[in-house]
């Protein structure tokens, strides 16, 4: 959970590799920094980058963990948080 408290201090952006078995606690981590701190991160999350079934999941992080729970969770991801 530390690494995402240091974000709030990041001008850029922070991303970082997740497998499918950590995508979901990952982001459940971040929206519990996110509401401890009052923060409202836009992320990216990008699934089987630059391969046939590459998906794309954009929003807030509730958003995002809603939708990739309708999806079947399989591959690599990508997780971009914006910073300020």
Do not use: W
Not at 5 to 13: T, Y
Not at 38 to 65: A, D, H, W
């Amino acid at each position: 959970m530390r690494r995402y408290q240091c974000n709030q201090e990041i001008a850029g952006p922070l991303s970082n590799k997740n497998s499918n078995y950590r995508i979901i606690k990952s982001l459940r981590e971040l929206e519990l920094t996110a509401k401890t701190y009052n923060l409202k991160p836009q992320i990216v999350v990008c699934r089987e980058l630059t391969k046939k079934f590459e998906t794309i999941y954009r929003g807030k992080i509730e958003e995002v963990i809603n939708q990739l729970a309708k999806s079947e969770i399989k591959g690599e991801f990508v997780k971009i948080v914006r910073g300020k």
